[in-house]
C-alpha cells in the first residue's frame, strides 16, 4: 500500500472526493481523509504515478497542491475505496482555502424558481462560498466552522453524501429549511427572508442607506446620488476618502471606468478583489479628486439577489466602520446610527475579514489589501526547525506566522493605533492564528518604533523579541516573494521608525543577509513643523521648504510660530519621506489643503500629474535636473534589527528643496497637471539614477516595496529605467507594498545570521 500526504488548498474545495471519483475511475481501493492539522492522506494499493498525474491534471479551479508525499506502508487490504473520518497521522500544516466568490452553478439554482434554493443568500457549494470567515479552527470540517449551528435537514444530508453530487462533502451546505436566513430591521424587525433582502432593495433605490451584512462583515450600501453619498460621508466621518463601488456586471463597470484584459479577469476572478480602475468621468462624491475609482463585482448569492430587485446598476459598498476602526460582524451595528436599515443575518463570523484590493500599476497586479479572497495564503521560505510570529506595522497592519518553512499572512487588520482596532482585532487575530496554526513561536519579531501597540505588545510577550526595521521589511517581503538573499532596494513611504531616530520613507538600501545592510541613499530630511500636525496639515511643510506666496491661513499655517519653531528648533520632527514630499507638491498645485486619509496628498497628485504633457515636464526638468550631495553618516549596519552594531559611509542625499522652490516660482507660467508630472518624475528619475548605478556595481537586481510604490508614474518610470540598464527589477506580487506586507518582510528578516 501507499500513503500520499497531500498539502495546499485542500479543503473546503471538493478535493476528497474528486481524489473519491479519481481513485474509483482507476479501480483503486483504499481511503482519503483529512489528517488533524489539515492535510490530506490518500491511501492506494497501486499505479502511484498515474493516479498523481491525474490529481494535479484535473485538479478543482481553487485548489492547490504545493507538497505531495510517498511513502510505501505496511496497511490491511481494502476492498473498496472510500472517504473516511479525519484524523490520526499528522502532517505538515494545511489550511483552508479563502472565501471563494459564489460559482455560476449556484447562480443558476439561485435564480431557477423550480430549484429549492431559489433565491436562497446561502447557497454555495464544493466550488464556492465563505471558508476562512467561518473557520474555527482545523481541520477544515463542519463540526470546526459558525455552519455546525445549522444542522442538516434531510435533503441536504442527501446530497452531502452522494459521491455524485456538486455538494458532496460541502462543509457549508444548508438550505431554506436548515440554514440562516437575512433578516430587515430599524431597532425593530421588518421583514425575514427574501421578502428582507427585496425591500432592502427598494430602499437602496430611494436613497436610503442600507448596511448590509456578507460574508466576513458589514458593509453600507447606498446609491451613487451626490446627495445620499455626502449623507453617508457625514455618517462616517470620510469626507474624502473614496469609497468603492459594486456594479451589476462588467458591462456596467465598463460604463464608468476603462478596462484592461488584465483587470477584468482580475474583477472576475473568485477571489473577486476591490479593482482600482481608471475612471471615465469623474465621480465627485465617490471618489472626491481622484481619477480612479475602486469596483468589484457580486461576490456572493445576497449581493446578486439584491441586484435582480433594485434599479440601480452601480451602488456605494463599503465597510460599515468608522475611520480607522474594525468592520461591525455583528448586530451591535444596529445601535451605532451608520444606517437607515439594517439587512442582517444569522449565521456567526469567525473571522472578519475586509474586502481586498488590487490596483494595476504598469499592468502588473500589486495588491493593495490582501484580505478576502486571499486570506489564508502562504508563501515558501527556506527557514526550517523554526516556528516565529510577526505583528507587522501599526497602519493597513497584519501578522505573519512562520510554520513548516512557510509564512502565512492574516487578513488586513488595519491601524493598531486605534485602541478599538488593537483590542477587539488585533489581540483576538493573534490568539486566532496561534491556536489556529497550533504554533510555538520561538520568536516574535516587530517594528523598531517605540511607541507602536504591536511594539508593545511584542514586549508583553514570553518569547524572545526581534524589532525589525521598517523599510529593510519592505525590501524583504519582496525578497520572500521570490527567494532573493542580495537586493538594492528602494523603499518609499509615508513614514517609518529608522536607525537615528528619524523618519524615514525614502530610501536606497542594500541588503545582503549574508553580509551587511546599507543605507546608500535617502532624501534629504525635511522639518515637520508640530510632528504629526505636520502630516495633517502639509502646508506646515510646505512653508518651511520655500517662499511662496500663498493663503497660508486657508492651509492651517501659523507663519509666526512656524519660523519660531525652525528658529529655535521647538516641536520639529524630521523625515526624509517620499510620502511627505508628494503631500508637500500636492499642496503647492492645490490639490488638498488638509489630509483626511493616508496617501490623500499622493493619490491627488497622482490623478493631476497623469493628464500632464511629459515633453513640457521632460523640458522642465531639463532645467532642474536631479541634485544629489553626499553626506558621512552612520549608515552600515551588520543586521537590520535594533541594537545592530553601524559604522559610518558617504550617504548620498537627494535634494528636494530647490526643485519644489522653482515649482513654486512656475505656478503662474505652466500648467498644474504639468508641474505635477515634473514634480513626480523628479522623485523617480532620483531614486533610477542612484539604484541602478548601485545595482550595476554590485551585479545585482532591484526590489521595491512601499505605499509610495503604487504610484502609476513612478514605479514603471524606476522599471523602465531598469530594464534600459539591463537590472532586473521586481516589486510585490504575493503580498501588500504597503505596510499590510510589512510582517511577511519582519519573517523573512530570520534569513539574516544573527
Known sequence: MYRITVRGIVQGVGFRPFVYRIAKSMGLKGYVKNTGTGCVEIVIDRNVKEFIERLR?????????????????????????????????????????????VCKDCINEVFNEKDRRYMYAFTSCTNCGPRFSVALRLPYDRENTTFSEFPMCEDCLKEYWNVEDRRYYAQTIVCPKCGPEYRLLNKELIASGVEAIKKAAKLIDEGKIVALKG??????????????????????????????????????????????????KALESYAKPIVVLKSKKELKAVAPGLNTVGVMLPYTPLHHIIFSFMKSNVIVMTSANMPGEPMFIDDEIVESGLADYYLTHNLRIANRIDDSVVKFVGRKKMIIRKSRGFIPDRIQVPLKDVEAIALGAELYNSISVLKDSYIIQSQYIGNTGNFKTYKEFFCKAFEFWLSFTKLKPEVVLCDMHPIYNTTTFAESLPYEVLKVQHHFCHALSVMAERGIKRAVAIAVDGAGYGFDGKTWGCEVLWLDLDGEFERIARMEYIPLPGGDKATEYPGRILYSLVDVDMDWKSLNVNPDLIDFQLKKKVNIAEASSAGRYLDVCSVLLGAYRRRTYEGEGAMKLESIALNGNREVAEMWLRDNPVKIKRSVEKAVY?????????????????????????????????????LALALTLYLSKALSEVAVEEAISRNSCIVMSGGVSYNSIITPEIAKNAKNS??????????????NGISVGQIYSLMVKR
Do not use: W
Open 57 to 101: 491534471r484535473e485538479l478543482p479551479p481553487v485548489a492547490n497542491l504545493q507538497e505531495v508525499n510517498v511513502e510505501e506502508i505496511e496497511a490491511e487490504q481494502f476492498k473498496d475505496f472510500k472517504i473516511v473520518k479525519s484524523g490520526g497521522k499528522k502532517g505538515k500544516l494545511s489550511l483552508p482555502p479563502p472565501d471563494i466568490a
Open 215 to 264: 460574508v466576513g462583515g458589514f458593509h453600507i450600501a447606498c446609491k451613487v446620488e451626490d446627495e445620499v453619498v455626502f449623507n453617508l460621508r457625514k455618517r462616517l466621518s470620510r469626507p474624502q476618502q473614496p469609497f468603492a463601488v459594486m456594479v451589476r456586471d462588467v458591462k456596467t463597470a465598463e460604463e464608468i471606468a476603462y478596462i484592461s484584459k488584465e483587470e477584468k
Open 726 to 739: 539591463g537590472v532586473d527589477f521586481y516589486t510585490n506580487e504575493l503580498t501588500a507594498a504597503g505596510d
Open 638 to 674: 551588520s543586521t537590520p534589527f535594533e541594537g545592530c552594531k553601524v559604522k559610518e559611509r558617504e550617504v548620498k542625499v537627494i535634494e528636494i528643496r530647490d526643485v519644489i522652490a522653482s515649482a513654486a516660482e512656475d505656478l503662474k507660467n505652466l500648467k498644474r497637471e504639468d
